[in-house]
């Protein structure tokens, strides 16, 4: 079965680089995605990585992949307050069937500014 | 970009009545969407696929008669909350699948969600 885990808070310093982690079951999976979710709001697609990739860079977005340990990271470079809001982790299962099924995410990593 | 709209954003019902809730994708055409449900300080657990013309695929414990699915054009989908009870009460996201050429050709967007109370 699929579960994904993530550490439910994380506070960092404005300016710092912010490390939010996350750990999944499945090997299966093929893509896997972090998703922000500001307050009041819907889901943002913010970033994903192929699961045969180890590294994915955009802007101040950096995605880690260890796929031996099933381990994900998003790292966040020079966090502004404006990244304040909860980040899911989620993995898509591509079965033997074709096409996509849903996600299955974690519970979610509330990412804290202090000034 | 792909914008996904859902209808209400937020309703307040009494126990025993049925809510309907709107699923638009309004710039691309989607074929699958999917219906979730949030729980507080927990993740958002898939409820079920609707697939455009055809019958919705239920996750394991999820009441198909509870919890009606109608996915009538490529653009619409619907979540009817029959005989709802205060247990429903719940945040239901919506998302959409859109399919693209290029490097990444398959995502899920998402709509901005529903807030169920129910009394």
């Known amino acids: 079965g699929e579960d994904v885990e993530q550490s439910l808070f994380l506070s960092v310093r404005e300016g710092d680089s912010s490390v939010i982690n996350c750990t999944y079951t499945d090997s299966s999976s093929t893509y896997l995605y972090w998703y922000k979710q500001e307050p009041g709001a819907g889901l943002q697609l913010l970033t994903y990585i192929f699961s045969n990739m180890d590294m994915k860079q955009d802007q101040r977005l950096t995605v880690l992949l260890n796929k031996k340990d099933k381990h994900l990271s998003l790292r966040i470079a020079d966090t502004q307050t404006g990244d304040s809001a909860i980040y899911f982790c989620?993995?898509?299962?591509?079965?033997?069937?074709?096409?996509?099924?849903?996600?299955?995410f974690g519970k979610g990593t509330h990412l804290i500014i202090q000034p | 970009g792909a914008v996904v709209s859902q209808h209400p954003s937020w309703v307040i019902c009494k126990s025993g009545t049925s809510v309907k809730i709107e699923c638009r994708s309004l710039d691309f055409q989607a074929t699958t969407m999917f219906w979730y449900r949030q729980f507080p300080k927990k993740s958002l657990m898939l409820m079920a696929t609707?697939?455009?013309?055809?019958?919705?695929?239920?996750e394991q414990g999820v009441e198909k008669d509870k919890f009606l699915i109608n996915h009538a054009s490529l653009t619409l989908s619907t979540l009817t909350v029959t005989s709802a009870h205060p247990e429903d009460s719940s945040f239901y996201i919506c998302s959409a699948r859109r399919l693209t050429s290029g490097e990444f050709t398959d995502t899920q967007y998402f709509g901005p969600g529903t807030r169920l109370t129910v009394l």
């Open positions: 609707s697939n455009e013309g055809s019958k919705a695929t239920y």
């Open positions: 989620a993995e898509n299962l591509m079965y033997s069937g074709g096409g996509a099924d849903g996600l299955t």
